[in-house]
């Protein structure tokens, strides 16, 4: 008993000592990465990933423009929230989570919206690099568009749509309804919105530099989901879906 005792008081220490791996991590991406808990759907998943891997994640917070840099520059190990359309000289792991954006109107204006071309007339605001993340239709359509921006703090997307200083925002559902809950008082966040689904869904991976690492999340990340703590890890955060 004593033995086990003087085991289970060195899990802790043992969990410090594991070699750390920096990641880069984007900023202002909840419900998928929240910096203030350093947690989240995405976080959660990668970091135990690591953790079963043999190492702790030591998070490196930037904007999200800015992931992929980090790791060119080799600041970091590893970036999340990657994928080869990111253009990367790296190794990609399996995909960890899938966004899925749409194109946002309140409801009230009972705009039409069926394909992609049909945003043209309208004033759009967009996530960081989205005009390189959607396909090739709307990087054509935002290539000229007049009124078209992309926020690096994906909360001015709510404040502007309630507030009706824009028609049309591009957003990952489950990160607008995150944000949602935060601008009341701001803005009237309580009027109905559509989602418009113009687009698919884009699934994320990790970007490692060395490709050994990226084999071993592979397994990890494999086990996760053979045994359930995916499904738990997203279930904590289901009420944004």
Request: charged share 20%; proline share 6%; hydrophobic share 40%.
């Amino acid at each position: 008993m004593r033995t086990w005792c003087l085991l289970l008081a060195c899990l802790p220490a043992l969990a410090a000592e594991l070699p750390t791996l920096r990641v880069a991590v984007g900023l202002f991406l909840p419900p998928y990465v929240i910096r203030e808990q350093h947690g989240g759907l995405e976080y959660d998943i990668v970091a135990e990933a690591l953790r079963r891997s043999g190492y702790r994640m030591q998070p490196q917070y930037v904007a999200y423009g800015q992931i992929g840099t980090m790791l060119q520059r080799r600041v970091v190990d590893a970036a999340m929230t990657q994928n080869p359309a990111s253009g990367l000289d790296a190794h990609y792991s399996e995909p960890v989570v899938r966004y899925h954006d749409y194109a946002i109107t309140l409801s009230a204006r009972a705009i039409k919206l069926a394909k992609v071309s049909d945003l043209h007339p309208y004033s759009l605001v967009a996530f960081q690099n989205a005009h390189q993340e959607l396909g090739p239709a709307f990087a054509e359509l935002t290539r000229n568009h007049p009124r078209y921006s992309e926020a690096g703090q994906q909360i001015a997307q709510n404040k502007l749509l309630y507030s009706g200083q824009v028609d049309v925002v591009i957003a990952d559902k489950l990160i607008f309804n995150y944000y949602r809950q935060l601008v009341h008082g701001e803005v009237d966040a309580r009027q109905p919105v559509t989602f418009h689904p113009l687009f698919e869904p884009i699934a994320y991976s990790v970007a490692f530099r060395d490709p050994a690492l990226r084999e071993r999340f592979n397994r990890a990340l494999a086990q996760m989901r053979k045994d359930g703590s995916v499904a738990r890890i997203e279930q904590r955060y289901r009420r944004y879906f």
